[in-house]
T-cell receptor, first 114, second 115 residues
Framework: GESVGLHLPTLSVQEGDNSIINCAYS??????FIWYKQESGKGPQFIIDIRSNMDKRQGQRVTVLLNKTVKHLSLQIAATQPGDSAVYFC?????????????FGQGTTLQVKP | GAGVSQSPRYKVAKRGQDVALRCDPISGHVSLFWYQQALGQGPEFLTYFQNEAQLDKSGLPSDRFFAERPEGSVSTLKIQRTQQEDSAVYLCASSRTSGAKETQYFGPGTRLLVL
């Protein structure tokens, strides 16, 4: 079946450094991708999204890169801060139908060292 | 409204009991989603409503799970005869328009523990 996976379960970075979190997906028909941040005891919080007609999108301190050839996307966080410590999920929407379903990866825990 | 709200935030049930979990989506949002999140895992899709119509229930794990959204706003997820494997966080999300290709805004979740 369709899957979304993250490359590393945990990423530890120094405060002020840039962070890169990677994600791979299996369904080449997926055409919409989202990154969420989840802090302990809270629901996922939207960070940034990208559609398949783009290969890069930037937000405030975050950039998402999409490589459809190898079915890979990444989230880059610039100047990582302690408040960025959380679990990060990528999610993909299937390209066909109107199902509403998002397929989530298992999450990467980002630890920011002061 | 401010955001998606869910109640109760925590629920402890004895095995075999029925539970009902409530979701209040963002006012005016057409789409509503339920996800199940096991400890240490990503959310898994359960079901999707567009207004009051349940368009996709392919993720409901068994016929013990039932969801409704009778007036196209508040939704209830009901689990009958709860089992220990039902223990998880149940997340509700809503989006402004229809389908998955719009931003889904999540509530804080209901943590269900079945003893």
């Amino acid at each position: 079946g369709e899957s979304v996976g993250l490359h590393l379960p945990t990423l530890s970075v120094q405060e002020g450094d840039n962070s890169i979190i990677n994600c791979a997906y299996s369904n080449s028909a997926s055409d919409y991708f989202i990154w969420y941040k989840q802090e302990s005891g809270k629901g996922p919080q939207f960070i940034i999204d990208i559609r398949s007609n783009m290969d890069k999108r930037q937000g405030q301190r975050v950039t998402v890169l999409l490589n459809k050839t190898v079915k890979h996307l990444s989230l880059q966080i610039a100047a990582t801060q302690p408040g960025d410590s959380a679990v990060y999920f990528c999610a993909a929407a299937p390209g066909s139908g109107n199902t509403g379903k998002l397929i989530f990866g298992q999450g990467t825990t980002l630890q920011v060292k002061p | 409204g401010a955001g998606v709200s869910q109640s109760p935030r925590y629920k402890v049930a004895k095995r075999g009991q029925d539970v009902a979990l409530r979701c209040d989506p963002i006012s005016g949002h057409v789409s509503l989603f339920w996800y199940q999140q096991a400890l240490g895992q990503g959310p898994e899709f359960l079901t999707y409503f567009q207004n009051e119509a349940q368009l996709d229930k392919s993720g409901l794990p068994s016929d013990r799970f039932f969801a409704e959204r009778p007036e196209g706003s508040v939704s209830t997820l009901k689990i009958q005869r709860t089992q220990q494997e039902d223990s998880a966080v149940y997340l509700c999300a809503s989006s402004r328009t229809s389908g998955a290709k719009e931003t889904q805004y999540f509530g804080p979740g209901t943590r269900l523990l079945v003893l």
